[in-house]
């Protein structure tokens, strides 16, 4: 197993970079080699991955997302098996530094592939400047999924403190 990590800054809030990263289906956008991804369910995606004529489809397990902080994965099944992490930290009110690290699990002909650390790397440093581009060009995200995930489980949403839209008169 290696790992592979890249950081970018991009020149949005942490909350836009957030949300739009929640929105896997437009990943085929800005992603070169992601061709297709379904979200069967909130912590469940089906993922079409292709470079150059080499093809692979698989299922990851969001196990950990926490609104404006992370999102954690694992693959399921075979091939090809990995995990990783995004991470979002606020550099500026309108700047946030986007960090991904990967752990590879090389296994058969495509795998030895992704064993090649550099060869992992540029990928994932190209596919991070194509997000980027992405929503540094939108300025907002398409969409956004605020919802927290503890051990592949969404978990309830807090609830909200009940405001009353009823005037109060100060107490003398």
Request: proline share 8%; hydrophobic share 35%; aromatic share 8%.
């Amino acid at each position: 197993m290696h790992t592979v990590e890249e950081t970018i800054e991009v020149a949005v809030p942490v909350s836009t970079a957030y949300n739009q990263w929640t929105q896997f289906k437009s990943f085929p956008r800005f992603m070169t080699v992601v061709k297709e991804v379904d979200q069967v369910r909130p912590a469940l995606t089906t993922w079409t991955m292709a470079v150059g004529p080499v093809r692979r489809e698989f299922q990851a397990e969001i196990v950990e997302q926490e609104p404006d902080s992370h999102v954690a994965w694992r693959t399921l099944g075979r091939h090809p098996a990995h995990r990783g992490e995004v991470t979002f930290r606020p550099t500026a009110a309108d700047r946030t530094e986007v960090t991904v690290r990967i752990h590879i699990e090389p296994r058969g002909a495509v795998g030895m592939l992704s064993g090649v650390p550099r060869l992992a790397g540029r990928v994932l440093r190209d596919e991070l400047r194509h997000f980027k581009a992405y929503i540094e060009g939108l300025g907002e995200a398409t969409g956004a999924w605020r919802g927290t995930i503890r051990d592949g489980r969404v978990r309830p949403q807090e609830p909200k403190p009940h405001r009353s839209r009823v005037a109060r008169w100060p107490v003398g």
